[in-house]
């Protein structure tokens, strides 16, 4: 099996060696064909299937990471890889090193009360978030491979066990950051340049690499979010050791892509507080970003320079949402009321309760009036606001509804359809999850079939608890 372990660079209070439970007789459930291509893994299927049980060739040296992070708002310290290890990396042929953590399996040390395990549901629901967030060209991990069954764990009721292969640069979240500085400067230094060393080589011949490093962080997690809020997702528990450090969507819990516009909405029911909402996620964000910040203290000791980085988040947030949703407005030249339009035309969506995706999309015809354009005097007032606006743009109606189509995908990971594909899954349909990873890999393409369209009031607005 040609997996490396770079993390072994770091010394052993970073890491536990811990071997996976295996989970025998369980059944190849999704594998990732096109994943596979892309990375040019050449393993047979049963070579992943294997690795997947978690029945691992004894060459590997499969690890659980040491990380803290704040939790709702509080720090703890206790926290780890609690039901996940980090198998190794895999190389692509141009050098690229991806790592391969199996989520599932089994307690750690860092497992507190938990059982280490993750169920067919919640990993269902983690594998297609993150391939239809990478056809929608939003930094995430991703997933190559699910097992399941024949075990069952307890959730809120007996559920199927299951495994996940996930994929990504690195697994290196906010919260490795925060234990490492609680060590002491040498242990942070030796993470930050393990991070600049790995990840972001082009930052050591800045002057201040560790300066550099904090502001690509920042950058890149505001235009993450700023991409969330443009596609009406809400993550729904952004903690710090949920938040990657290479900006990409990391760890999917009870995620959202809203269907009916709501500013406040919280897709998370334990989150009575509100915390995680969807119209707080750039102020989380930064609240987040601040907290990275703190644990640079001892690397970036003037606290302007830190706060200087902190204000380019918010620019980097503004800049960016405003270009995304020009776009999916077919706009292709900044005004300065742009910031209006978007902002009436959200309160307007948000009063009436329209799906925010059909809503999108229908602005690509926009002589058709569409069944879900709310009958009012704002909306009227509003469409003809957007209607002046566009008189400014030079593009003609075609390009401009190419493009609004380009930027406002038709197929969407709906709440009710994840779980439309659990339940399949659950009664051992074992080609459904792959089947629509496959229609979620092109969200842009016209499509007129009945999970496009509005959902029905009893599939609208499905909400998730934390379990998983
Ligand atoms: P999450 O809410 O999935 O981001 O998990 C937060 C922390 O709890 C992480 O350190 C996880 O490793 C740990 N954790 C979550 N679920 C379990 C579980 N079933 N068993 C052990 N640890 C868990
Ligand atoms: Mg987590």
Redesign the pocket.
């Known amino acids: 099996m040609p997996l490396i372990q770079n993390y072994r660079e770091l010394p052993e209070d970073f890491y536990t060696q811990v071997w996976p439970e295996p989970l025998a007789n369980a059944r190849l459930y999704a594998l990732n064909q096109d994943l596979m291509t892309q990375h040019h893994i050449h393993l047979a299927e049963t070579d992943i299937y294997q690795l997947c049980r978690g029945e691992l060739p004894a060459t590997l040296q499969p690890l659980a990471q040491k990380y803290t992070g704040h ?1 709702f708002g509080y720090y703890n310290p206790d ?6 290890l980090l198998l190794g990396q895999w190389l692509t042929p141009n050098g690229q090193a991806f790592d391969w953590h199996l989520k599932g399996a089994g ?1 750690t040390p ?3 009360r ?5 169920v067919l549901r919640s990993v269902i629901r983690e594998y297609l978030a993150s391939e239809a967030l990478h056809a929608l060209a939003v930094p995430t991990t991703r997933a190559l491979a699910i097992v399941s069954g024949p075990e069952t764990v307890w959730r809120e009721g007996p559920e199927m066990r299951a495994m996940l292969l996930r994929v990504t640069g690195s697994h290196i979240r906010f919260g490795h950051f925060e234990w490492a500085a609680d060590q002491g400067v040498d242990q942070l230094k030796t993470l930050a340049d393990f991070v600049i060393t790995h990840h972001y080589p082009e930052l050591l011949n800045q002057a201040d690499p560790y300066a550099a490093l904090l502001k690509e962080v920042m950058q890149r997690t505001a235009r993450l979010i700023a991409h969330w809020q443009s596609l009406g997702f809400n993550h729904g ?1 952004m ?1 710090t ?2 938040m990657s450090i290479l900006g990409e969507t990391f ?1 999917f ?1 009870p995620y959202a892509f809203m269907d009916d516009f709501k500013i406040g909405y919280i897709c998370n029911y334990s989150d009575t507080g509100g915390r995680y909402a969807y119209n707080e996620q750039p102020n989380v964000g930064l609240w987040n970003c601040q907290v990275l910040a703190q644990a640079f203290q001892s690397l970036i000791p003037n606290e302007n320079q830190r706060n200087a980085l902190l204000d380019e988040y918010i620019e980097s947030f503004n800049s960016h949402y405003l270009y995304l949703m020009r776009l999916k407005l077919g706009l292709q030249n900044p005004h300065p009321k742009d910031k209006h339009l978007i902002a009436d035309l959200l309160i307007c969506l948000d009063k009436h309760r329209v799906d925010f995706h059909v809503f999108m999309r229908s602005l690509a015809q926009l002589d058709t009036p569409h069944e879900c354009w709310p009958q009012s005097q704002d909306y009227q007032a509003w469409l003809k606001n957007y209607q002046q606006r566009l008189e400014l743009e030079t593009l003609n109606t075609n390009e401009r509804s190419q493009l609004i189509r380009n930027h406002n995908p038709a197929r969407v990971l709906r709440n009710y359809i994840a779980q439309h594909i659990i339940e399949l899954a659950e009664k051992g349909d074992d080609q459904v999850i792959d089947q629509w990873r496959k229609w979620l890999s092109t969200p842009f393409e016209d499509d007129d079939s009945v999970w496009t369209k509005v959902p029905k009031p009893t599939e609208k607005g499905q909400r998730l608890s ?1 379990s ?1």
């Open positions: 939790q926290l780890g890889d609690g039901r996940g307690r860092y497992s507190r938990g059982d280490g395990r993750a528990v903690n050791d949920n760890d819990g934390c998983s």
